[in-house]
């Protein structure tokens, strides 16, 4: 059965009509991508899903394990095992490494232990010695905050994982851990919503579907949305409008 469906999904900002009716759907151990050009509403559409103050559709229903979630606040998404990693990972001014991945834990109703922050370090590549008492703030790279960000979602064993850009100003090392990190949330029989930009990305998704100001234009299998993604004339013009 489906993890989660997405259905004629609208969301209006004040008057600039943001999503147009989204329509999608993620089995379980599925990654599906979704990618488009920036401004496209792909973040718009994660904060939607996630359930954040403000991103309420106007209309359609997002429907996850078989119950709509439209009304639910973002913390029982959470408890649902929704989880969202931020386009731009989050500074806590004040947090240490060992506090955020805690909290982690803490939201599954899990017990803390060492261990356990040392496992989910260990598997993105973040030695837990030198980083466990440092602060989850601007004195750690923007590849290192995403990695640890990272690390958290493992100790939530997320059930939906809606990863926004997780490319975006990372290096390459982080970005071997997000391919690893994919397969370890695929085989555990999670699904993964993939968004991007960047075509390289589709290389990991299951399915893809191309989105177009605030609507998906094009579904199939990721080679084919890459070659589309490729060949498209933007900001979506129709076709007849792009000098060829
Ligand atoms: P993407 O993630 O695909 O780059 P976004 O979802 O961030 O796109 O933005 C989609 C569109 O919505 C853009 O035109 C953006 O300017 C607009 N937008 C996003 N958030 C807001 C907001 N809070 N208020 C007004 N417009 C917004
Ligand atoms: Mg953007
Ligand atoms: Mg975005």
Redesign the pocket.
């Given at each position: 059965s489906k993890l989660l469906e997405v259905k004629d999904l609208h969301l209006k900002?004040?008057d600039?009509e943001?999503l147009k009716g989204m329509e999608f759907s993620l089995e379980k151990g599925e990654v599906f991508a979704l990618i488009?050009?920036?401004?496209?509403?792909?973040?718009?559409?994660a904060y939607t899903l996630m359930g954040i103050n403000n991103y309420h559709p106007q209309k359609g229903e997002m429907i996850y394990k078989g119950e709509k979630i439209n009304e639910l606040a973002i913390n029982e998404r959470a408890k649902k095992g929704i989880t969202l990693a931020w386009?731009e990972p989050a500074r806590y001014q004040g947090v240490t490494v060992r506090e955020f991945l805690s909290l982690g834990l803490k939201s599954q109703r899990e017990e803390v232990t060492e261990e356990k922050l040392k496992e989910a370090l260990n598997k993105v590549a973040i030695n837990p010695a030198q980083y466990l008492n440092r602060f989850v703030d601007k004195s750690l790279s923007g590849g290192e905050r995403k990695r640890i960000e990272l690390a958290s979602l493992i100790l939530m064993h997320p059930e939906l994982i809606i990863l926004?850009e997780p490319d975006s100003g990372v290096d390459i090392v982080a970005l071997n851990n997000i391919a690893e990190m994919i397969n370890y949330f695929k085989d555990s029989g999670s699904g993964i919503l993939l968004i991007t930009?960047s075509e390289e990305m589709l290389e990991y998704a299951d399915r893809a579907a191309l989105?177009c100001e605030g609507e998906i234009i094009r579904q199939g299998n990721p080679a084919d949305i890459s070659e589309y993604f490729k060949s498209f004339c933007f900001p979506c013009a129709k076709e007849e409008d792009c000098e060829t």
């Open positions: 900002i004040e600039a943001i488009g050009p920036n401004g496209c509403g792909k973040s718009t559409l386009q926004d930009h989105v």
